[in-house]
């Protein structure tokens, strides 16, 4: 537990100074110290790392199986209340579509936002799949599982990014399969999703092109918000801008734009805090990731190694992980690491005596 105490120290202390320190630039240079304090609130999640650990260290895979079977339950229920609202006209939950409002579209309808559950319910499928302790006809639910998720992913969140942090998960799951029976599973698979998306680019020639398309909106917005970031960021590299809100309003002679830091991924942290703030930050993911890599033959590897790259992938890709509500996850990825590293010890020490 001591990497974690330091940790959750050096962030704190960093925080600290974050909030105390005095930059002159565009966003920071009127915020009082209470608004800076607002703004880091939801770093506190991290602490619910001790708690989960605790409770990892005694229930460690029923813990786990019912933060699954609960983000299941979750994602169906989402997918149920938008096909009411887009194939039936029907609006169970409108919290859920006010979130980011009624206008946030693109092709299948109205879309709803990914949940910080996302990467941790495909990776824990991918992960009971290979189990070898699962017999064939177990493998099934999460077989169907693993393609709830997809389908949320593609029709539901309908995210381009999220698409391919997906397959790439997938591909290196493919990596590592040492069952004869799940690695001819898993071809065939791959072979449906390979055709599926080039019958999807064939006959719907619009998806190619907002994939490719840089003068897409969303895209031009991007790319627009990251020069307006910046020219500010040129100027403080080493521990960025300081802690801003995440859309700000950059005014010109003859129009007003609203730039979010969050759709910039893991430049955003960049750019508030520096290259020193990226390192602390993201850490620990590669950190954890090289844990489970070591220990993919176990389940907690395997599961702890594909979580960890479907973080780093989505935070470079579309959305940081630090974001709210995305860094809910983080405790459980760092307790996660925490049970993974434990499993390590006791195999080390197992094997050892069996020397002796």
Not at 76 to 81: E, H, K, N, S, W
Request: proline share 2%.
């Amino acid at each position: 537990m001591k990497y974690y105490f330091i940790f959750c120290g050096i962030l704190f202390l960093f925080f600290v100074f974050q909030i105390f320190r005095n930059v002159d630039t565009t966003f920071s240079i009127n915020y009082a110290i209470k608004n800076r304090i607002g703004l880091i609130k939801y770093y506190t999640y991290i602490l619910l790392l001790f708690p989960i650990c605790k409770v990892l260290s005694e229930k460690k895979q029923s813990f786990i199986r019912n933060v699954y079977i609960l983000g299941m339950i979750a994602l169906m229920l989402r997918i149920l209340v938008w096909f009411l609202y887009n194939k039936v006209g029907l609006n169970l939950m409108p919290g859920l579509f006010s979130v980011m409002g009624y206008s946030w579209s693109h092709g299948s309808g109205i879309r709803l936002p990914g949940t910080f559950l996302d990467g941790f319910l495909l990776s824990y499928s991918l992960s009971k799949i290979r189990d070898n302790r699962l017999k064939h006809r177990r493998i099934y639910p999460y077989l169907i599982c693993a393609g709830i998720s997809l389908y949320y992913v593609y029709y539901v969140f309908n995210s381009r990014s999220q698409i391919l942090c997906f397959l790439l998960v997938i591909m290196l799951s493919f990596a590592f399969v040492n069952n004869r029976i799940f690695s001819s599973l898993a071809k065939v698979l791959l072979l449906v999703l390979c055709c599926f998306f080039i019958a999807k680019i064939y006959l719907h020639t619009d998806f190619l092109q907002s994939v490719l398309n840089f003068y897409d909106p969303g895209t031009q917005v991007r790319f627009l918000g990251f020069d307006f970031y910046q020219s500010d960021w040129l100027n403080h590299k080493i521990l960025g801008f300081g802690i801003v809100s995440d859309g700000n309003i950059f005014h010109t002679w003859y129009n007003s734009w609203i730039y979010y830091l969050s759709d910039l991924g893991i430049v955003n942290t960049l750019f508030q805090f520096g290259y020193v703030g990226l390192i602390i930050l993201f850490s620990p993911f590669i950190f954890s990731f090289f844990i489970g890599l070591k220990n993919n033959r176990s389940l907690n590897g395997y599961f702890l190694m594909l979580s960890s790259f479907y973080t780093i992938l989505s935070s470079i890709f579309f959305q940081n992980v630090y974001d709210s509500p995305r860094i809910l996850i983080v405790p459980f990825i760092l307790a996660l690491m925490q049970l993974s590293m434990k499993d390590d010890k006791n195999n080390e020490e197992r094997h050892f005596y069996n020397r002796v």
